[in-house]
């Protein structure tokens, strides 16, 4: 397992400490807190975590301000064998989400994510705009493994549900500011309360910005700072009992982030083809011309040095128990979104390989449920529609061996989507200790694009359907109160599309086929000891035509994208979350996912990707230690210390392995100190994110004679927040 790859300072706490990230910090002691009992909905019913027969990890509020997790980006550093980066564009708004090595970190239209993100139950087609702030949430749920049955396409490594807080009679009003190094500035308002006896309301606003890093050094006046942060967010719902059978809820929520590129560097590497000059190193890139510092950009390229994103989004649901039985639910969205970014993939001031991008896209779904629940027998169904139409575009983009700021080129792409589904899962109780359970789903997605490049002589328009019956069986048995075993098998789907990036010509520009997976596996779940829970997930996962995409620069006319079904191939793994109470006041949360995947066979005609290659982005290991111990003051007030340790192993940038696309390991650690008032309506915190000022890199991807480095835009910070709750 390789675990003399880790560092001394990972191995010590290793050994010292196994615990977990699955429990919310809200009651009065660390012991109550970490086995208050959680219930979860990540299979579209309530129902306990340790009862729910699948890998699950929950994560509350109050674990996420104790952790420091501001966007979804940080969710990904407390989960097992769960990864998420930002790459599009250099864009802060975009999220990579891989879990066990299954995710896509591009962003064009054509592309469809293996990770579904959802937002109240709202599927987000797109991964730029799903690095979601999280102000306003009252859980997340990751769900890890192919959940084809009830969340259906594109969730073939699984799924995050973003909950947010409903509109209830909570009757707050909670303001928060935070202030730190780095020129950061924070503040969040929100309010919940019942405006009538039938009528509530919850709303929020966010703010946050922070100084870049670097600086575009060859611009006489950049537009940004290179990692600097900027962003307004807001939501609004409300809920209406119109009966005690019948509730409407309706959500607004929109975001503002004008942010800096982040942090974008290259290293030279050797001619990938010496003997073709268009192809191989581009011939006046010299170590001269890149900036001496990593996190300055060279570029004089005016506005590729800023991003931006903007959308916003609404949904109605109506909720009806028919009866004591039956219940069913209904839910329509709408959301758009726009953005601008762009790379100057030399980071130098020639004018070699520069592409400014915007794009955007609009979609709409609607899902309707037929939910019942029996003496020994519960089932969800539904129906499901999604359509999503966007498009993406760069205009005056270069690419030339010999600085030609004058060889403007032009690209877009377009692409409707429109799928359908119909799902039905059940679970039954064959005893008080033993249930069964299984679901089907059927899917149906009709693709239209259309494209234009440099080397195509027209417009090319294009179409295909794909679809999928997805299944999955499971059995749990309760050993005890507090113990549950489980076993399950899942079949997932991810829909085929077509290329990204097809600069080679319009015969790129064809279809690759849909991706399925069957995963097996077993888990243990519940606390072992008064003072101990546990989570244990052992999984093996076989991928059909996994589609993966291979950046190919000596193809010419451009930096090419070609997205090939590899073959075959497998992914096994063990997960490990566990909460260890050491005394009333101090427990110990960690978790532990252990990943071998790699490509067992390879397709006739498949060209970059070998066997025995490892999917992109997949650390074999990823580990997390969180400790939090609570001393009670005479006053009456509380102090509580909260530590955070993460680490995740190194792996390949790209699908194929190539030594200067390998991304070094890295390890990150934060803490919280907070004093809570005897009131407990108010808090001060000072706190520490990557306080060892690890600096990573979240991306690499060979290019013509050099490697294009997106490095993390997440330093050390150390600061003050300030929370108060007043009672409405």
Do not use: C
């Not at 006046?221 to 009992?241: C, D, H, L, M, T």
């Amino acid at each position: 397992m390789k675990l003399r790859n880790l560092s001394p300072l990972s191995l010590a706490i290793i050994a010292a400490l196994t615990t977990s990230v699955n429990a919310e910090e809200t009651k009065t002691t660390a012991k109550q807190d970490a086995f208050e009992k959680i219930e979860v909905t990540a299979r579209k019913r309530t129902e306990s975590l340790f009862e729910s027969p699948t890998a699950i990890t929950s994560i509350g509020a109050n674990l996420i301000d104790k952790a420091n997790m501001s966007n979804l980006e940080d969710i990904g550093k407390y989960v097992p064998n769960l990864n998420i980066t930002r790459y599009g564009v250099g864009n802060s708004a975009h999220a990579s989400v891989f879990i066990r090595g299954i995710g896509l970190q591009d962003h064009v239209i054509t592309t469809d994510p293996g990770v579904g993100v959802y937002l109240d139950g709202v599927y987000l087609g797109r991964q730029m705009g799903s690095n979601l702030s999280l102000p306003n949430v009252e859980r997340v749920e990751v769900l890890r493994g192919p959940q084809g049955t009830l969340y259906g396409r594109n969730t073939l490594g699984g799924a995050v549900n973003v909950i947010t807080k409903q509109p209830g009679d909570e009757g707050i009003l909670t303001t928060t500011a935070k202030v730190g190094s780095r020129g950061r500035v924070a503040g969040d308002i929100y309010f919940n309360n019942a405006l009538t006896d039938d009528l509530s309301m919850s709303a929020s606003a966010s703010y946050k910005q922070r100084d870049g890093v670097g600086t575009a050094v060859n611009l006489a006046n950049p537009e940004k700072e290179i990692g600097e942060e900027q962003e307004f967010s807001g939501r609004v719902a409300f809920k209406y009992q119109a009966t005690s059978d019948l509730a409407f809820t309706f959500s607004l929520d929109g975001v503002d982030n004008e942010s800096g590129q982040s942090p974008y560097t290259i290293e030279l590497t050797a001619p990938l083809d010496p003997n073709d000059q268009n192809n191989g190193d581009f011939p006046l890139l010299t170590p001269e011309l890149i900036p001496a510092n990593p996190d300055d950009l060279g570029t004089t390229v005016a506005g590729i040095e800023s991003t931006s994103y903007s959308g916003w989004g609404t949904s109605f649901a109506a909720d009806w128990a028919i009866n004591d039985t039956y219940t069913s639910k209904f839910i329509s969205s709408y959301r758009t979104s726009e953005y601008e970014g762009g790379l100057d993939d030399d980071a130098s001031a020639l004018n070699l390989s520069e592409f400014p991008e915007q794009g955007g896209a609009d979609q709409y779904s609607f899902e309707v449920q037929l939910n019942a629940t029996f003496d020994n027998m519960d089932f969800v169904s539904g129906l499901y529609f999604f359509n999503e139409d966007g498009f993406t575009r760069s205009e005056d983009f270069v690419f030339s061996p010999y600085n030609t700021p004058d060889s403007f080129g032009f690209f877009e792409i377009n692409q409707e989507t429109n799928s359908y589904a119909a799902y039905f899962n059940a679970g039954y109780d064959l005893t008080d200790d033993l249930s069964i359970g299984g679901g089907l789903r059927y899917s149906k997605d009709k693709k239209e694009a259309n494209a234009i490049f440099p080397s195509f002589a027209e417009r090319k328009y294009v179409s295909a359907d794909f679809d999928a019956v997805t299944w999955d069986i499971n059995a749990s048995y309760q050993l005890s109160n507090n113990m549950n075993v489980y076993g399950q098998v899942q079949k997932g789907y991810q829909t085929g599309g077509f290329p990204p990036r097809p600069f080679g010509g319009p015969d790129q520009f064809s279809s690759f086929d849909e991706t399925k997976a069957i995963n097996y596996e077993i888990g243990l779940k519940g606390q072992v000891h008064e003072n101990v829970s546990m989570m244990l997930a052992v999984f093996v996962t076989d991928y059909t035509d996994l589609a993966l995409p291979f950046s190919d620069p000596t193809s010419g006319g451009g930096f090419v994208t070609i997205v090939e079904n590899a073959g075959q191939s497998k992914a096994q793994g063990i997960e490990l979350e566990t909460t260890v109470a050491i005394t009333d006041d101090f427990t110990i949360r960690s978790a532990v996912g252990y990943l071998d995947s790699e490509i067992s066979e390879v397709a006739a005609g498949v060209q970059g990707i070998g066997k025995g290659d490892s999917p992109a982005l997949t650390p074999r290991w990823t580990v997390m230690i969180a400790p939090s111990y609570f001393m009670d003051l005479n006053n009456g007030g509380t102090l509580a210390f909260n530590a955070n340790y993460s680490y995740r192993s190194e792996m390949q940038g790209q699908s194929v392995f190539n030594y200067s696309e390998t991304i070094d390991s890295r390890e990150l650690v934060g803490f919280n100190i907070s004093y809570t008032n005897p009131y407990g309506d108010m808090e001060v915190t000072l706190y520490g994110e990557n306080v060892l000022n690890e600096v990573y890199d979240v991306g690499r991807l060979q290019q013509t004679g050099f490697v294009g480095v997106m490095r993390s835009n997440d330093r050390s910070e150390f600061g003050l927040k300030f929370k108060k709750d007043f009672e409405l």
